[in-house]
Each structure stands twice: as C-alpha cells, then as structure tokens.
C-alpha cells in the first residue's frame, strides 16, 4: 500500500514511537447559578477534568502534538443536589485543522442537558473500558469516543467505527445506572441515540459525508478551490439521501447544525447551478433554517 494513502487511512496518525495523548481540549468548568459554595470545589473539578481528558491514553496509536483533537468541553453547573452531586449541562465543541491552513472547520457543536453526576473534592478521576463506576467519566470518555470518530471518519470512509464502538460500550455499561441520558425509551436525542445512528446502516451517507466533506472537499481546496467546493457539494447529496431513506434523525441534525454557517460560507461563491442546487438541498434537509441558505442565492 502506498504510505501516503496509509497516513490518510489512519487520520494522520503515527504509528512510531510511544503512545501520546490524542486530545488538546479547552475544558471549563462553570458554577455560576450556585451560591453560597467554596468555589475552590469547582477550581478543583475543572482542573481534574482538564487531567482527564487531556493525558488519558485514548487509543493504541501515538499522535504528534499537531495532530492532536481540537475540542471544547463546557460543563455549566446548575444546581447542587447535595455536598458531592451536582446537575447541569455539557457544551461540546470538536474542530479539524484543514490541510495546509490555518483554518479550523467545526464538525461536533451539542448541548448535552442530561448531566448528574458525583464529585468529591480531591476525588481522582479514571475511567476503565467495559465497566461503569462513575457517571462523570463515562460521559467524558463518551464523548470523547465520538470526538475520535467523527474526526476518524473525516480521514477515511467509515474510520471512525472502532470509535464509535467504544462510545456503544460505554452506553451498554450504563444501562443500570439511574443517571439520564443513557437508555433509549427517555427520548429520540440522547446519548444511546447519538451512537444507534452513528453505528446504524441507515446512516451510513452520513458518514460517508463527512469524509467526502472534509476529506476530499475543504482539504483540496488550498490546491484546487473549485475541485474541493465540488466535493462538498456533491458530499451534501449524500446528507439528502440519508434524510429522504430516514427523515428527522438525530445524528444529521447535529452534523447539519454544526455545517450550517460553513456551507453558506463556502457556496458564497462557485456557478449559479451549484448555488441553486446546494440551496435546495439544504432547504429540504434543514427547512426551519431555509431562509438562511437563500443568502448563498444573492451573493457574487
């Protein structure tokens, strides 16, 4: 196999030398909606998480520091059920540099509302495969599982699977918990839903979106800007596909919300054919946001 197109299968990822850490992530940690607590408690949390996500081991593959995830992880504290239990929300962003630029394109952007966990002052945090022992790191490590495959699937077509693998595993092991999020009669956007699709057969144009969006679209487009605006063009016919076979699923919603500004962006020029037909597309797969899209239709 040429070792080229081996570097492009793996994502860029490096099989030499020791295991490194794969994520560079932004981690906070707000409690501004609870009063009257030592806010050292939340100093302290933040800074754990920030050692949990950024120098846990993640996978069996070493990355170079430039190839490392862009991700921004959130956690907002709304209320403390008592000395070690809190409830809130996490804001999850995950960006892939663009070949040869300087740019950061967005493909992950959720507001995950169903979070309850525990946490002790001082409390280590660890998080072991096939087991479930705290409601905290499974949710980071879950999400940070998806983070990996989404950005595997960027790479090559269907690359992210062992991923997303891992972020079912961790849904199953969950499964006996009392925490929310996790079981698939709560609601049709969860955590146990946002796996079903990544992994379901249904989905699969999706997927193979994302790789032709990222990979064969904006990652050409430092050499070949209409080459690249094409492939993108052509990668949202797969978005249309899936959402004809399947409409309303979560997973495209989420991909769509995180594309939106991007696609408008990107289709600000380019023929008036391929305008007009990525507008129609967008509209029929995102119709609550169609006026949006007309400003692709206006512009010169």
Same mark, same amino acid.
């Given at each position: 196999?040429?070792?080229?197109?081996?570097?492009?299968?793996? +994502?860029? !990822?490096?099989?030499? +030398?020791?295991?490194?850490? %794969?994520?560079?992530?932004? !981690?906070?940690?707000?409690?501004?909606?609870? %009063? +009257?607590?030592?806010?050292?408690?939340?100093?302290?949390?933040?800074?754990?998480? /920030?050692?949990?996500?950024?120098?846990?081991?993640?996978?069996?593959?070493?990355?170079?520091?430039?190839?490392?995830?862009?991700?921004?992880?959130?956690?907002?504290?709304? %209320?403390?059920?008592?000395?070690?239990?809190?409830?809130?929300?996490?804001?999850?962003?995950?960006?892939?540099?663009?070949?040869?630029? @300087? #740019?950061?394109?967005?493909?992950?952007?959720?507001?995950?509302?169903?979070?309850? /966990?525990?946490?002790? *002052?001082? %409390?280590?945090?660890?998080?072991? *495969?096939?087991?479930?022992?705290?409601?905290?790191t499974s949710l980071i490590a879950y999400y940070i599982y998806v983070f990996l495959g989404i950005d595997g699937d960027s790479f090559a077509k269907y690359g992210g699977t062992p991923y997303f693998e891992k972020a079912q595993q961790v849904v199953q092991?969950?499964?006996?918990?009392?925490?929310?999020?996790?079981?698939?009669?709560?609601?049709?956007?969860?955590?146990?839903?946002?796996?079903? @699709?990544?992994? @379901?057969?249904? #989905?699969?144009?999706i997927r193979e979106s994302i790789y032709e969006y990222h990979r064969l679209g904006l990652d050409v487009m430092y050499n070949n800007v209409e080459s690249g605006r094409t492939s993108i063009a052509e990668s949202l016919k797969l978005l249309q596909q899936?959402?004809?076979?399947?409409? +309303?699923?979560?997973?495209?919603?989420?991909?769509?919300?995180?594309?939106?500004?991007?696609?408008?962006?990107? /289709?600000?020029?380019?023929?008036?054919?391929?305008?007009? *037909?990525?507008?129609?597309?967008?509209?029929?797969?995102?119709?609550?946001?169609?006026?949006? #899209?007309?400003?692709?239709?206006?512009?010169?």
């Amino acid at each position: 196999m040429n070792v080229k197109y081996l570097w492009v299968i793996l +994502g860029f !990822v490096s099989f030499f +030398g020791a295991n490194s850490q %794969e994520i560079n992530g932004s !981690v906070q940690v707000s409690a501004r909606q609870i %009063e +009257g607590t030592d806010r050292d408690a939340f100093k302290d949390l933040q800074e754990s998480l /920030f050692e949990f996500v950024n120098n846990t081991i993640w996978t069996s593959y070493a990355f170079k520091a430039e190839e490392r995830l862009e991700c921004t992880i959130l956690l907002t504290l709304s %209320e403390r059920v008592s000395s070690d239990q809190y409830k809130g929300k996490l804001n999850l962003v995950l960006r892939r540099p663009v070949y040869k630029t @300087n #740019y950061n394109t967005t493909m992950f952007n959720y507001i995950d509302t169903d979070v309850e /966990f525990k946490y002790s *002052e001082g %409390e280590p945090l660890s998080f072991a *495969e096939n087991t479930f022992s705290s409601n905290l790191t499974s949710l980071i490590a879950y999400y940070i599982y998806v983070f990996l495959g989404i950005d595997g699937d960027s790479f090559a077509k269907y690359g992210g699977t062992p991923y997303f693998e891992k972020a079912q595993q961790v849904v199953q092991d969950a499964q006996n918990a009392s925490d929310p999020g996790w079981k698939a009669f709560e609601n049709m956007k969860n955590r146990y839903w946002l796996t079903e @699709n990544l992994l @379901n057969p249904q #989905y699969r144009p999706i997927r193979e979106s994302i790789y032709e969006y990222h990979r064969l679209g904006l990652d050409v487009m430092y050499n070949n800007v209409e080459s690249g605006r094409t492939s993108i063009a052509e990668s949202l016919k797969l978005l249309q596909q899936a959402n004809r076979s399947k409409p +309303g699923s979560f997973l495209l919603r989420l991909y769509v919300d995180s594309k939106r500004d991007e696609i408008i962006k990107v /289709f600000g020029e380019g023929s008036p054919t391929t305008k007009t *037909e990525v507008v129609n597309i967008m509209k029929e797969i995102d119709p609550s946001n169609g006026d949006k #899209y007309s400003v692709i239709l206006k512009s010169q």
